[in-house]
């Protein structure tokens, strides 16, 4: 009996220390999204909470895959200022391959993506996952591959931008900006 009460302490503790964390998660960063290379998952509250982000979804064969290129160097200009990067391919505009290695070349060894890239998901309509429920929630869904959404430190969209938008776009680097200014 003794036992019991010594192991049942930590446990609660533990278990409240986990409450707490779920309850400073953001609606937006609940759940986690596997990996487009390697097994594992993007534990999105783990990874991103507190933290400014920007969330793309993407897709290898569409012609605004160079963007790529841009992407990743606005990832490289303010990574050190604290801002992370989840692109999220997608298949829901039929120009995303079916296997995963394929994406991950293109991303990879294509363009030299270093930002997270998640595997294949529906980011639209009654199939999306919940953090693309969630971003239409704030704003609206994506109309089309490289949809680019910038959140606060809070997991509130504070600005979404079309694929016309390039990641250079001035609009596109000042909510950036006021993402990472932001306070958790």
């Known amino acids: 009996m003794m036992h019991a009460r010594w192991l049942t302490i930590p446990v609660l503790m533990f278990a409240a220390a986990t409450t707490s964390l779920a309850a400073d998660c953001p609606a937006l960063l609940q759940g986690s999204l596997p990996e487009l290379r390697g097994k594992g998952q993007i534990d999105l509250c783990e990874r991103?909470?507190?933290?400014?982000?920007?969330?793309?979804?993407?897709?290898?064969?569409?012609?605004?895959?160079?963007?790529?290129?841009?992407?990743?160097a606005t990832y490289k200009d303010y990574h050190g200022k604290g801002l992370e990067m989840l692109g999220v391919p997608s298949n829901d505009f039929k120009q995303e391959d079916a296997d995963s290695e394929k994406t991950a070349k293109v991303c990879y060894a294509n363009y030299g993506v270093t930002f997270s890239m998640a595997k294949v998901q529906p980011v639209r309509g009654k199939d999306a996952i919940p953090l693309f429920v969630e971003l239409a929630r704030q704003s609206s869904a994506p109309k089309w591959n490289f949809y680019k959404y910038v959140v606060d430190?809070?997991?509130?969209?504070?600005?979404n931008f079309s694929s016309l938008t390039k990641p250079d776009d001035p609009e596109f680097r000042a909510a950036i900006e006021?993402?990472?200014?932001?306070?958790?």
């Open 48 to 72: 991103y909470a507190g933290k400014p982000l920007v969330v793309i979804n993407t897709a290898s064969y569409c012609g605004f895959a160079p963007q790529f290129e841009g992407l990743e």
């Open 153 to 159: 430190r809070k997991g509130k969209v504070i600005g």
């Open 178 to 184: 006021k993402a990472i200014a932001s306070k958790p």
